[in-house]
T-cell receptor
Framework: GAVVSQHPSWVICKSGTSVKIECRSL??????MFWYRQFPKQSLMLMAT?????????EQGVEKDKFLINHASLTLSTLTVTSAHPEDSSFYICSAILAQRELGETQYFGPGTRLLVL | GENVEQHPSTLSVQEGDSAVIKCTYS??????FPWYKQELGKRPQLIID?????GEKKDQRIAVTLNKTAKHFSLHITETQPEDSAVYFCAAGGSGTYKYIFGTGTRLKVLA
């Protein structure tokens, strides 16, 4: 299947700092990427849809000024958690859409970034 | 809003037995239904998917069935093995966007 990478794989930071997470589609171009958050033993919660060349679309309850998303190219989307607090500690996972003419669209996930805010 | 319900939340089976996980979705415009397997601390991996123009799809020990009228779809794993132990998520998508709505997950434990 298609490969999606994320960097960093884990990060520990102090409360109040900002953290940037990168999501890359390695062998395909993705006009649409998604950012999810997953708390322990819970499902994936969609945070926002990242669209190349336009503003991200945020889900209800997700603060766009706190979770800044930039889809700078067809292979890169970044999520910046601004002024992180302990309650932002979570597993952040991105995904990218691979569109194939005969198979339709399939969503492939990155390996995730574990964020711990002290 | 859109919703996907998944049952059971936990499932324990003996090795070699079958496991069935069921999902119900609310958005009648959904037309794509993937299933993901997630091992602890790792990314979700697509294991099988089905589109609304078919009722059943099989890949070796894994099968998925879809009932669009009832808005139900199910994952069937036969001859379960310990390495099948993981959390399984269903999702519904394709209603005019690429956005997926995920179920709450099923923790499957296969007992050796």
């Amino acid at each position: 299947g298609a490969v999606v990478s994320q960097h960093p794989s884990w990060v520990i930071c102090k409360s109040g700092t900002s953290v940037k997470i990168e999501c890359r589609s390695l062998d395909f171009q993705a006009t649409t990427m998604f950012w999810y958050r997953q708390f322990p033993k819970q499902s994936l919660m969609l945070m926002a849809t990242s669209n190349e060349g336009s503003k991200a679309t945020y889900e209800q309850g997700v603060e766009k000024d706190k979770f800044l998303i930039n889809h700078a190219s067809l292979t890169l989307s970044t999520l910046t958690v601004t002024s992180a607090h302990p309650e932002d500690s979570s597993f952040y996972i991105c995904s990218a859409i691979l569109a194939q003419r005969e198979l339709g669209e399939t969503q492939y996930f990155g390996p995730g970034t574990r964020l711990l805010v002290l | 809003g859109e919703n996907v319900e998944q049952h059971p939340s936990t499932l324990s089976v003996q090795e070699g037995d079958s496991a069935v996980i069921k999902c119900t979705y609310s958005d009648s415009a959904s037309n794509y239904f993937p299933w993901y397997k997630q091992e602890l601390g790792k990314r979700p991996q697509l294991i099988i998917d089905i589109r609304s123009n078919v009722g059943e799809k099989k890949d070796q020990r894994i099968a998925v069935t879809l009932n669009k009228t009832a808005k139900h779809f199910s994952l069937h794993i036969t001859e379960t093995q310990p390495e099948d132990s993981a959390v399984y998520f269903c999702a519904a998508g394709g209603s005019g966007t690429y956005k997926y709505i995920f179920g709450t997950g099923t923790r499957l434990k296969v007992l050796a």
